[in-house]
């Protein structure tokens, strides 16, 4: 029986406004080639007896995974539903996801990059005796140092199906701060990406020697409400805007795989 390491951490990017006459949602990947995975991550939602008796599943199996590409191409969109998802499924190689499809069983709805369509539950029932099982396997650590060498082991393990890329692989935590627009500037918010720009060359002209990534977290039209991953170093010298001392504290990011 193969391990699997897995999150439920999934970003889907939706396109609801575009129809497409047919839509074949894994085109891309050529499963003949062998070493894919597709893999079903069991979400928290409500009850469906399809999804509480299959739990998680994988295959690895050339066939199968040919006879799914096949299986669901989509003719007919579907509003995007506000009822949460029984189902993350991930296509993976290497240990790493390449693509990632939502599935509601009891909205009848899958969530893909080209859009969200109509998901009749027998597209995963018909699969259902082909599936395997995954161990799933969380790990704590003492030390980023400690993080960072087991994830560059596991991937080299041949039984990996699957395993997150944690952020703490590049940052040691987070903080945030907020930046005070110019009078000139009418609306904050609204100019929110320009402004991360000229903020992230203010702070690499600052501090040249440390990396960082910036995330806009609201604002008003007077100020933007921004989070940046770093380094502790960055954090400990950190003068350029304002911070609240009580809520925008150092956080580490917690060291595990999950």
């Not at 509480?52 to 191409?73: M, Q």
């Not at 991937?155 to 944690?166: G, N």
Request: with cysteine; net charge negative.
């Amino acid at each position: 029986m193969k391990k699997v390491i897995l999150t439920t951490a999934i970003i889907f990017n939706l396109f609801l406004s575009i129809l497409y006459a047919q839509q074949p949602v894994m085109q891309n990947f050529q499963f003949e080639k062998g070493g894919y995975y597709l893999i079903g991550i069991r979400s928290e939602s409500d009850f469906n007896g399809l999804a509480d008796s299959l739990r998680e599943f994988y295959t690895d199996d050339t066939v199968v995974l040919n006879a799914i590409k096949k299986d669901w191409i989509f003719t007919k969109s579907s509003p995007y539903y506000a009822c949460g998802f029984h189902y993350e499924i991930l296509i993976c190689k290497d240990g790493l996801d390449l693509g990632a499809f939502a599935v509601n069983l009891n909205c009848n709805e899958i969530i893909t990059e080209y859009g969200a369509f109509f998901f009749e539950t027998d597209h995963l029932r018909k699969f259902k005796d082909d599936f395997k099982k995954p161990i799933r396997k969380s790990i704590d650590f003492k030390t980023i140092i400690e993080a960072r060498k087991y994830y560059e082991n596991v991937l080299k393990d041949t039984m990996l199906i699957y395993t997150e890329s944690p952020e703490w692989l590049k940052y040691e935590g987070k903080f945030k701060f907020t930046y005070n627009c110019k009078k000139k500037i009418k609306d904050c918010l609204e100019n929110e990406k320009e402004l991360l720009k000229q903020i992230t060359l203010e702070i690499k002209n600052t501090y040249p020697d440390e990396d960082f990534e910036l995330e806009g977290m609201g604002g008003s039209d007077k100020d933007l409400y921004v989070e940046i991953r770093c380094n502790k170093s960055l954090n400990d010298k950190f003068k350029l805007y304002e911070r609240d001392l009580e809520y925008d504290k150092w956080e580490e990011y917690e060291l595990n795989i999950l």
